[in-house]
């Protein structure tokens, strides 16, 4: 045998060992039962300082330890994503919350709607509004006129507010903002006189 082939085996067994001690290394990591509360504290303190991703990996992580996220765990990945605006992150968390198969409540669905809002995605936030049926609330009506508003389609956003008034809510300062930037546009102008006498 020549030399050097005994040290390709030599290499080949210190290659295979390492692969075999880490390995085992990550099965008993994953085989612990690591808190759930304990992985969510983690994921706030990586979103804390912006570290999408790490905590996106660790929502994996809660999913392997069959510690699945909540709603709540959800909604405070979304919001950061939105703060952060990274919205391609943020549609990636829907997906995720998709497949996680939770009933999903107002506060995550008007997050979602304020995401997809902020990225200029008109159609994905109208669906999930027109969606939500009877879980529509003040905050959801607003995130929707703001959406138009934001969005240049001024016309979309006032018929939204009339819709919501007809059905008894009240507008906020957010929402009220929003119109006004909406009916600035001097096509509209008459429709805010009419709004506000």
């Not at 905590?55 to 994996?60: E, N, Q, Y």
């Not at 016309?155 to 507008?171: R, S």
Request: hydrophobic share 40%; aromatic share 12%.
């Amino acid at each position: 045998m020549s030399h050097r082939y005994l040290c390709t085996i030599s290499q080949s067994n210190y290659y295979l060992k390492i692969y075999f001690v880490c390995n085992l290394t990550y099965n008993n990591f994953i085989s612990l039962k690591i808190n759930k509360h304990s992985l969510k504290n983690r994921l706030i303190r990586q979103l804390d300082v912006g570290h999408l991703r790490h905590a996106l990996s660790t929502l994996d992580l809660m999913t392997l330890q069959n510690s699945p996220p909540d709603l709540t765990t959800y909604t405070i990945l979304l919001t950061s994503c939105i703060r952060f605006r990274n919205f391609q992150l943020g549609k990636l968390v829907h997906r995720k919350l998709i497949q996680s198969r939770l009933e999903l409540d107002s506060v995550v669905l008007n997050t979602l709607i304020s995401l997809y809002s902020k990225c200029g995605d008109t159609e994905t936030a109208r669906s999930i509004f027109e969606g939500m049926g009877n879980r529509r609330d003040l905050v959801s009506w607003n995130a929707m006129v703001s959406c138009f508003a934001n969005n240049s389609m001024e016309l979309q956003a006032m018929w939204t507010f009339l819709d919501m008034l007809e059905l008894g809510f009240y507008p906020n300062e957010y929402c009220f903002t929003a119109v006004i930037r909406a009916c600035s546009n001097s096509n509209y102008s008459w429709v805010g006189e009419i709004i506000y006498g």
